[in-house]
């Protein structure tokens, strides 16, 4: 019987609906192990940047899709994403997620020096998604990411960044730390098994 709850105990929504993860140097190895561990029934859209050299062409999708069972598509814009499959930032470009799953690619100034911005993928998903928003943040210099972190938790979604023990490069997990919003703070590992966790509407079952 329909219900204040109706939409909390319903099967046919799933609890998340993006995922969104950020990661610079020594983000590559990091991003293969945690999608190459994701079945290939994830349960959401994984929107993806890392920091890479504009001046040469990313091998991202085709080296990370030989690895992984989800497919992995270079983000195009004006593109609509779709439920379990991967989209990675192209070179020199920032990656937005819209309302209702469409792609922008803009080429507007650095943020944090860096194009594609972790921090503006992460704001366009905690306004476009709200609550049904997880961030990722894994290995990486600097402090970008930490702007948008702030972001999905203001609008009620969840934040997982790498611990320092896994990382190759603490700067972007540990600005993440600092501002205070983050949840759950795990070796990579763990990562993955806690993206599933979440996705199966069990999250409260996770230890910070």
Do not use: C
């Not at 603490?170 to 759950?184: H, K, L």
């Not at 070796?187 to 599933?196: F, K, M, N, R, V």
Request: a negative charge.
């Amino acid at each position: 019987m329909p219900g204040p709850d109706r939409q909390k105990t319903t099967t046919a929504r799933r609890p998340f609906e993006i995922v969104a993860i950020a990661a610079s140097a020594g983000g590559l190895q990091a991003l293969i192990a945690v999608l190459s561990t994701l079945p290939a029934t994830f349960g959401a859209t994984v929107a993806v940047v890392q920091h890479l050299d504009p001046r040469h062409r990313s091998l991202m999708p085709e080296i990370i899709g030989r690895r992984s069972a989800l497919p992995i598509h270079q983000a195009t814009d004006g593109s609509m994403v779709e439920t379990g499959h991967v989209y990675v930032a192209p070179p020199d470009h920032h990656l937005l997620l819209n309302a209702g799953g469409l792609i922008s690619l803009t080429h507007t100034e650095l943020v944090n020096f860096v194009r594609p911005s972790a921090d503006l993928l992460f704001e366009s998903v905690a306004a476009a998604y709200g609550d049904r928003a997880i961030a990722v943040v894994l290995t990486g210099t600097g402090r970008d990411g930490s702007m948008g972190v702030t972001a999905i938790k203001k609008r009620g979604g969840t934040v997982i960044v790498q611990d320092e023990a896994s990382s190759d490069f603490f700067g972007m997990p540990s600005a993440a730390i600092r501002t205070g919003t983050v949840d759950f703070v795990l070796s990579l590992d763990e990562i993955p098994g806690a993206l599933q966790t979440l996705l199966s509407g069990e999250g409260r079952e996770l230890s910070p």
